[in-house]
């Protein structure tokens, strides 16, 4: 009953990859080595136990659950005992995890589910999220590089393993922007999960977005910087040349324009050159030169 039990569900479904059938030829890879990128469950068990037949489904029930953050080998010790023997397995029901290809925790005994539950929790914190942060480093590195589409590919998986994710919400957004679809990105903007609407990374998205249209209407760079020249109290020639540069990818000197007009009259439009300013600034990464250089400035002008 044991063999029928286990390995029922060993070849088909959701859980073909998260739990597997363990052998002595197939234990470095399926533990040691996948044990580098997620953590690794090996479950020590044989058809005779009876405690093995009630904690071997509630673990691969708790494994299953965990959506990929750990995974499971079970290991029949009549069919491998010199696996059972090198780890030196005295009793089983034994439990062992393996993180970066050591055994880092591990139990004997059949144990209750919210036990069971905690073990796994405890080993799905260690890697952190499960892979989604390399995901997410990988999808952005695609979007810098132009692979629109692979990104956004990538962006959407990380959103289905975790809907909430402000970093893949955001860069799905970008992809739209990127492609020119900027209906696209602004119904997704406005869908967007509460928990996150007002994260950094989806304001940062709604910035570019609106910067994005403001390109879209911006006027000719020459013709707008001679009329400033020609009339350097004239503001909106100044916002407008402001608009034009940025739309250039001359971010710079866009904010150097806008602190001019902010300095030459703050409460111009409603106060528009603060209110592009924070736009830019939010569009941009927190600790770029820029922000950091343009925000110091600011914040003079307004205390001094």
């Given at each position: 009953m044991g063999n029928a039990m286990?390995?029922?569900?060993?070849?088909?479904?959701?859980?073909?990859?998260?739990?597997?059938?363990?052998?002595?030829?197939?234990?470095?890879?399926?533990?040691?080595?996948?044990?580098?990128?997620?953590?690794?469950?090996?479950?020590?068990?044989?058809?005779?136990?009876?405690?093995?037949?009630?904690?071997?489904?509630?673990?691969?029930?708790?494994?299953?659950?965990?959506?990929?953050?750990?995974r499971m080998v079970k290991v029949d010790v009549d069919q491998n005992q010199m696996i059972a023997q090198q780890l030196r397995i005295q009793s089983i029901p034994t439990v062992y995890a393996f993180w970066q290809g050591q055994?880092?925790?591990?139990?004997?005994?059949?144990i209750p589910a919210s036990e069971i539950k905690k073990f796994v929790d405890k080993l799905s914190a260690l890697a952190g999220d499960g892979g989604l942060a390399e995901a997410l480093e990988?999808?952005?590195?695609?979007?810098?590089?132009?692979?629109?589409?692979?990104?956004?590919?990538?962006?959407?998986?990380?959103?289905?393993?975790?809907?909430?994710?402000?970093?893949a919400y955001g860069g799905l957004v970008r992809c739209y922007l990127a492609l020119g679809e900027f209906d696209q990105a602004d119904a997704m903007l406005a869908a967007a999960p509460t928990a996150i609407s007002k994260s950094k990374e989806v304001e940062a998205a709604r910035a570019q977005l609106d910067?994005?249209?403001?390109?879209?209407?911006?006027?000719?760079?020459?013709?707008?910087?001679?009329?400033?020249a020609a009339d350097?109290?004239?503001?909106?020639?100044?916002?407008?040349?402001?608009?034009?540069?940025?739309?250039?990818?001359?971010?710079?000197?866009?904010?150097?324009?806008?602190?001019?007009?902010?300095?030459?009259?703050?409460?111009?439009?409603?106060?528009?050159?603060?209110?592009?300013?924070?736009?830019?600034?939010d569009a941009l990464k927190p600790t770029d030169a820029i922000v950091l250089k343009g925000r110091r400035r600011l914040s003079s002008m307004i205390f001094a």
């Amino acid at each position: 009953m044991g063999n029928a039990m286990f390995g029922m569900d060993q070849k088909t479904g959701p859980q073909a990859d998260l739990i597997k059938e363990g052998t002595e030829a197939t234990f470095m890879q399926d533990v040691i080595e996948a044990s580098r990128e997620v953590p690794v469950i090996v479950d020590f068990w044989a058809t005779w136990c009876g405690p093995c037949r009630t904690l071997g489904p509630a673990l691969e029930a708790a494994v299953t659950a965990a959506k990929g953050k750990v995974r499971m080998v079970k290991v029949d010790v009549d069919q491998n005992q010199m696996i059972a023997q090198q780890l030196r397995i005295q009793s089983i029901p034994t439990v062992y995890a393996f993180w970066q290809g050591q055994p880092v925790d591990g139990f004997q005994g059949a144990i209750p589910a919210s036990e069971i539950k905690k073990f796994v929790d405890k080993l799905s914190a260690l890697a952190g999220d499960g892979g989604l942060a390399e995901a997410l480093e990988a999808a952005e590195q695609m979007l810098a590089e132009g692979a629109v589409t692979d990104a956004a590919e990538t962006f959407a998986a990380i959103l289905g393993e975790e809907p909430e994710n402000a970093g893949a919400y955001g860069g799905l957004v970008r992809c739209y922007l990127a492609l020119g679809e900027f209906d696209q990105a602004d119904a997704m903007l406005a869908a967007a999960p509460t928990a996150i609407s007002k994260s950094k990374e989806v304001e940062a998205a709604r910035a570019q977005l609106d910067l994005a249209r403001q390109a879209a209407n911006a006027g000719p760079e020459q013709e707008l910087r001679a009329a400033v020249a020609a009339d350097p109290q004239d503001r909106q020639a100044r916002f407008d040349l402001a608009l034009a540069l940025h739309a250039a990818g001359k971010v710079d000197e866009a904010v150097d324009e806008l602190l001019d007009l902010f300095r030459l009259d703050r409460e111009w439009n409603d106060g528009a050159a603060k209110a592009q300013l924070l736009t830019i600034f939010d569009a941009l990464k927190p600790t770029d030169a820029i922000v950091l250089k343009g925000r110091r400035r600011l914040s003079s002008m307004i205390f001094a």
